[in-house]
Every structure is written in structure tokens, then in C-alpha cells.
């Protein structure tokens, strides 16, 4: 059994999903909304898989202080759980650990693999629409035959990395991340897979890619992700072409 921690962040707004906000027709407000939305469906994905689900989440000192509310994030983070899996017991919640996101990935894959003997673990965020169980339950496939398994996303980026022993974590999420995981994994000396890419959703260019691609399987009736689905539909995105030029619009 895979552990798959999501390394997710409350969905407040002006938090998260900022590029989304800066390069869409979406506000701040609703890029949040999109942000919670994909946090509920990579969680629901783990818990339809044969994965184990494990939340990350920062602590107060952790978020700027203009993000801080009475509510904390761990408490946030299970009222979601809660309400989308219609309960927490199945699912773990620990806290992140790093200054980086690479330190507390690492930090979290280290500590399970070694300290508590899983004999795999993955790191996904809630940035990636198509991460589903059939996604997931593959990648444990491949992780019993190689020790690094990672799913492209566009522009170099990353939506899922599976290990089953460490590796050099020090900047290796940063931006390329997909070469840079995959160069870490040789440089191990760990055999290095991959999943098919999938397309993410950080910002207005991702969205030229994620949007039509939920519109086309919603139209073809093909799984798609519940919340981030309903949540293209109800607020009309779409994707047009005006003057040679892609942009991205709603109702």
C-alpha cells in the first residue's frame, strides 16, 4: 500500500491559487474556491485507490499573518476531510516540517519509509484535476518494480512523485521539477518511472489545457473529477480563441 500525502495549504483566500487569480477572469475568492475544490477531489482519488491518505498541513506560524484566522489549518484541512469523505477515520493528518516545499516533502517521505517502514510513498498537491484511483493504483504498480515513479505535468512540473527509498530532496520540486526528480532518482542510483502526463492548474496557462480537456470528457461523459468539474461548470469556464490568440472566459 502506497502512502500518498497530499501537501495541501487551508484554501484561504489570497493563499492559494493566486496565479489563478492574477491570470484568469476568476477573483481571488473563487480561485480559493478552485484550490478547495481540488484539494476534495485528490483527496477523494486516494480514498477510492488502494492508497493510504495521509494530509500535510502547515501550522499558523507557518502562514503569513494576514492569512492567519481563528480556525487552524489542521482543523480546516479535517472539516474538509470530514464533509467530503463523509469522515476522517480513514485518513491521516500530520504536520509539515521543512522551510521549503522540497524539505517538507522530503522530510515526510524520509520519515515514513524509514521510521515507519512504508514500503512506498507519494507526494501529490491539490493543483492536478485528472489525479484519479486508476492514476494512483498504477503508480503503486510501478513503484513494485522501481524505486521513483513520477507523473509530467506541463511545463516541466511534476503532479506526482512515488518513492520507495529517498533521495536528494534538497530543491528538487523546484521549477523544472520533472527532470530535476527524474536526474535525483539516477543519481541514487534508482531505477525512474513514469506515469502519463496530465495537465495541472496553478495559473491562467494551465488552464488553456486543463479547462477543455474537463469539457471534452464531461461532453464524452468519461470520469472527471467531482468538485473541480462542477466547479468549471457552474462558473461557465471555457476557452476561446479571439484574433489567433487563446484566452480563457466565463459566463
Known amino acids: 500500500m502506497t502512502v500518498v500525502v497530499v501537501m495541501a495549504q487551508p484554501p484561504r483566500e489570497g493563499l492559494v491559487a493566486t496565479g489563478i487569480a492574477e491570470s484568469t477572469p476568476l477573483s481571488t475568492a473563487e480561485a480559493a474556491d478552485l484550490y478547495e475544490a481540488l484539494f476534495r477531489d485528490a483527496v477523494l482519488a486516494v480514498d477510492r485507490s488502494g492508497g493510504e491518505l495521509l494530509v500535510n498541513y502547515p501550522v499558523d506560524d507557518d502562514l503569513p499573518a494576514e492569512h492567519r484566522t481563528d480556525t487552524a489549518p489542521e482543523a480546516e484541512l479535517r472539516t474538509l476531510v470530514a464533509d467530503t469523505l463523509g469522515g476522517t477515520g480513514d485518513a491521516r493528518f500530520e504536520r509539515q516540517v521543512g522551510s521549503s516545499f522540497g524539505a517538507r516533502a522530503g522530510n515526510t517521505v524520509a520519515h515514513l519509509l524509514r521510521e515507519e517502514n512504508a514500503h512506498s510513498v507519494a507526494v501529490v498537491t491539490p493543483q492536478a484535476p485528472l489525479l484519479s484511483r486508476t492514476v494512483i493504483d498504477s503508480a503503486a504498480m510501478k513503484l513494485r518494480t522501481n524505486e521513483v515513479v513520477l507523473g509530467p505535468s506541463t511545463r516541466g512540473r511534476t503532479y506526482y512523485a512515488g518513492f520507495t527509498a529517498p533521495i536528494d530532496f534538497d530543491g528538487a520540486f523546484e521549477a523544472p521539477s520533472l527532470p530535476t526528480l527524474a536526474a535525483r532518482g539516477r543519481d541514487a542510483d534508482r531505477d525512474v518511472e513514469f506515469l502519463e502526463s496530465s495537465p495541472s492548474m496553478v495559473d491562467g496557462a494551465d488552464l488553456l489545457d486543463a479547462v477543455p480537456l474537463l469539457r471534452a470528457r464531461f461532453a464524452a461523459e468519461r ?24 484566452r480563457v472566459v466565463r459566463d
Not at 231 to 243: I, N
Open 223 to 246: 470520469v472527471v473529477p467531482d468538485y473541480t468539474a462542477a466547479f468549471v461548470h457552474e462558473h461557465g469556464l471555457d476557452v476561446v480563441v479571439e484574433d489567433g490568440e487563446e
